[in-house]
């Protein structure tokens, strides 16, 4: 049977692999070579980024949570792996349809290259490489496949079972050697060639170096020390500024854009009076102010740690805009990443007394890439996705009813103030407790109103009041703990937060889209 129908398809399936990983692997070389950015599968990933619904996007934080663009990358992986195996069958019975399935693949990653934001001339050309590539080393892999008959192809209208080649015919040793030695080589070549480019890639990641290099000027204003009795140092109780490299990571980029400062300017156009451009030496030159400030993610679930709060350095956006004098009608600020993101802010927002800003340092070092080196914008009590632009190059004045921004045009609200919430970090989920004296404890937030209490109900009896720490200040969110002596039994814990205008956080449960979850968070605890 080895050497039959089964055989040969077998051989045709692993040819398509072969080609498709050799495609891959001169694409990606292609991309390294001219434009990283122009890689075969991350253009293909972006534009199904791009195209994702919401649902999808909070399905996909959901499942894999930081870990979305790997996923993506691996569900990529296999589509193709599928697609492959396809091609080479089809090339085995109908060529040259299967060779022209991959020159198609090609144009498909080609089409994406060429449609993105920022496409540079020339993006379309690894694409190109990856499916020629592909479609010649199909041609030339099905051409060895062990006793492959060499007769004319069979008509795609006969559906009859491909006839058995007469004995005589069947493959020797030397065809088989001569195939797995082709194919082995073919998906060698492949993987080397994509494996060395992304080694080159790690190498001349220049930006780093740059970044590395990089010292920032000492804050003109300083943020005040934080109070000692901000942190509760609580085990498993968040700390009160998370440190960077735990700070959670949300965008639609699925590779970092590496944008170099010396290269980097910030235009400020649209409703205003006079266009303004600065660069990164004349942004560095003016009197930068440090704040805490506390970034939340509007797919947080409550609960969720889509959360986290840092010390940022930048320069207020407010001073900026009011060199550019936006015209009485503007009431909105489209600002807009390198990478195509925009966010809607209001303009209201970023021109009042709140701490809006360009920033440039995260926890006292430049901003980490993957948050949005060299510059960003953070901006308390708006969700990210209507504020927190990374990798900013343009602030666009207009007006809500003039422009979308990228969330708004795939269902999400145009405008996103924070939601006054609370979260339950310890006892933790599935911890086993034993029972007498605990401690509950978690963190309440509402960016620029602040957190006048929390209160905790365990199972069904009356509302108890939470000891808040010192809060940083009301941008960033606050600790908060009760003590508890556990009895044995099933448990139930809630919060809530009230804040400072005297609200009480809202027990009725909302998804987070499309302006953010709200509920109260509940803990189930077993004690034993
Ligand atoms: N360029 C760009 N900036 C972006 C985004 C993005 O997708 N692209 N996502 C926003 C969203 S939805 C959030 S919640 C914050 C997250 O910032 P962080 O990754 O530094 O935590 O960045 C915002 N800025
Ligand atoms: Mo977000």
Same mark, same amino acid.
């Given at each position: 049977?080895?050497?039959?129908?089964?055989?040969?398809?077998?051989?045709?399936?692993?040819?398509?692999?072969?080609?498709?990983?050799?495609?891959?692997? $001169?694409?990606?070389?292609?991309?390294? $070579?001219?434009?990283?950015?122009?890689?075969?599968?991350?253009?293909?990933?972006?534009?199904?980024?791009?195209?994702?619904?919401?649902?999808?996007?909070?399905?996909?934080?959901?499942?894999?949570?930081?870990?979305?663009?790997?996923?993506?990358?691996?569900?990529?992986?296999?589509?193709?792996?599928?697609?492959?195996?396809?091609?080479?069958?089809?090339?085995?019975?109908?060529?040259?349809?299967?060779?022209?399935?991959?020159?198609?693949?090609?144009?498909?990653?080609?089409?994406?290259?060429?449609?993105?934001?920022?496409?540079?001339?020339?993006?379309?050309?690894?694409?190109?490489?990856?499916?020629?590539?592909?479609?010649?080393?199909?041609?030339?892999?099905?051409?060895? /496949?062990?006793?492959?008959?060499?007769?004319?192809?069979?008509?795609?209208?006969?559906?009859?079972?491909?006839?058995?080649?007469?004995?005589?015919?069947?493959?020797?040793?030397?065809?088989?050697?001569?195939?797995?030695?082709?194919?082995?080589?073919?998906?060698?070549?492949?993987?080397?060639?994509?494996?060395?480019?992304?080694?080159?890639?790690?190498?001349?990641?220049?930006?780093?170096?740059?970044?590395?290099?990089?010292?920032?000027?000492?804050?003109?204003?300083?943020?005040?020390?934080?109070?000692?009795?901000?942190? $509760?140092?609580?085990?498993?109780?968040?700390?009160?500024?998370?440190?960077?490299?735990?700070?959670?990571?949300?965008?639609?980029?699925?590779?970092?854009?590496?944008?170099?400062?010396?290269?980097?300017?910030?235009?400020?156009?649209?409703?205003?009076?006079?266009?303004?451009?600065?660069?990164?030496?004349?942004?560095?030159?003016?009197?930068?102010?440090?704040?805490?400030?506390? $970034?939340?993610?509007?797919?947080?679930?409550?609960?969720?740690?889509? &959360?986290?709060?840092?010390?940022?350095?930048?320069?207020?956006?407010?001073?900026?805009?009011?060199?550019?004098?936006?015209?009485?009608?503007?009431?909105?600020?489209?600002?807009?990443?390198?990478?195509?993101? %925009?966010?809607?802010?209001?303009?209201?927002?970023?021109?009042?007394?709140?701490?809006?800003?360009?920033?440039?340092?995260?926890?006292?070092?430049?901003?980490?890439?993957?948050?949005?080196?060299?510059?960003?914008?953070?901006?308390?009590?708006?969700?990210?996705?209507?504020?927190?632009?990374?990798?900013? %190059?343009?602030?666009?004045?207009?007006?809500?009813?003039?422009?979308?921004?990228?969330?708004?045009?795939?269902?999400?609200?145009?405008?996103?103030? &924070?939601?006054?919430?609370?979260?339950?970090?310890?006892?933790?989920?599935?911890?086993?407790?034993?029972?007498?004296?605990?401690?509950?404890?978690?963190?309440?937030?509402?960016?620029?109103?602040?957190?006048?209490?929390?209160?905790?109900?365990?199972?069904?009896?009356?509302?108890?009041?939470?000891?808040?720490?010192?809060?940083?200040?009301?941008?960033?969110?606050?600790?908060?703990?009760?003590?508890?002596?556990?009895?044995?039994?099933?448990?139930?814990?809630?919060?809530?937060?009230?804040?400072?205008?005297?609200?009480?956080?809202?027990?009725?449960?909302?998804?987070?889209?499309?302006?953010?979850?709200?509920?109260?968070?509940?803990?189930?605890?077993? /004690?034993?």
């Amino acid at each position: 049977m080895a050497g039959g129908a089964r055989g040969r398809r077998f051989a045709a399936a692993a040819a398509g692999v072969a080609a498709a990983v050799l495609g891959v692997g $001169l694409g990606e070389l292609a991309a390294t $070579l001219m434009w990283p950015d122009a890689s075969p599968v991350a253009v293909i990933g972006s534009a199904l980024i791009d195209a994702a619904p919401s649902w999808a996007k909070d399905t996909a934080i959901t499942l894999f949570g930081t870990n979305d663009k790997l996923a993506l990358i691996i569900g990529i992986g296999i589509v193709l792996v599928g697609l492959a195996v396809i091609a080479g069958l089809v090339e085995l019975r109908w060529p040259p349809f299967g060779v022209a399935a991959m020159i198609l693949f090609g144009g498909v990653g080609a089409v994406a290259a060429v449609t993105r934001v920022n496409a540079g001339a020339l993006d379309w050309v690894p694409s190109v490489v990856a499916g020629a590539g592909a479609a010649l080393a199909l041609a030339l892999l099905i051409a060895r /496949v062990p006793g492959r008959l060499k007769v004319a192809p069979i008509p795609m209208t006969e559906r009859a079972t491909e006839p058995e080649p007469d004995p005589a015919e069947q493959p020797t040793a030397l065809q088989r050697r001569t195939f797995l030695l082709w194919t082995v080589g073919t998906m060698a070549v492949g993987v080397l060639a994509a494996v060395g480019s992304s080694l080159a890639r790690a190498g001349v990641h220049a930006v780093t170096a740059v970044r590395d290099a990089l010292k920032l000027p000492a804050p003109a204003v300083p943020a005040p020390p934080v109070p000692a009795a901000a942190e $509760l140092d609580i085990p498993g109780l968040a700390p009160v500024v998370t440190p960077n490299a735990q700070f959670y990571r949300i965008d639609t980029a699925l590779l970092v854009p590496q944008v170099d400062p010396a290269g980097w300017t910030l235009r400020i156009h649209g409703m205003v009076t006079t266009e303004v451009t600065i660069t990164w030496e004349e942004l560095l030159a003016l009197p930068l102010q440090e704040s805490y400030t506390t $970034l939340s993610c509007v797919s947080n679930e409550v609960g969720g740690d889509l &959360i986290g709060n840092a010390l940022w350095l930048g320069y207020p956006i407010r001073d900026l805009l009011a060199r550019a004098a936006p015209t009485a009608e503007a009431d909105m600020v489209l600002s807009h990443s390198i990478d195509g993101f %925009t966010a809607s802010s209001p303009l209201e927002a970023l021109t009042d007394a709140r701490n809006a800003i360009l920033a440039v340092a995260m926890n006292g070092e430049p901003l980490p890439p993957e948050h949005g080196f060299p510059v960003r914008m953070v901006v308390p009590g708006l969700y990210g996705y209507v504020s927190a632009t990374k990798w900013v %190059t343009e602030l666009e004045v207009t007006r809500f009813d003039l422009g979308t921004a990228y969330w708004t045009t795939r269902g999400w609200s145009a405008r996103g103030p &924070i939601k006054l919430q609370s979260r339950i970090d310890v006892p933790r989920k599935a911890q086993g407790l034993k029972a007498g004296e605990t401690v509950i404890a978690g963190v309440a937030w509402q960016p620029t109103v602040g957190i006048a209490a929390v209160e905790v109900q365990i199972d069904d009896e009356p509302w108890l009041p939470a000891t808040l720490a010192t809060a940083i200040s009301d941008d960033t969110w606050v600790q908060w703990m009760l003590p508890w002596t556990a009895t044995a039994g099933d448990h139930v814990i809630r919060s809530r937060a009230t804040s400072k205008t005297g609200e009480v956080q809202t027990e009725k449960r909302t998804r987070t889209d499309p302006d953010g979850a709200s509920g109260w968070p509940e803990r189930f605890v077993e /004690v034993f």
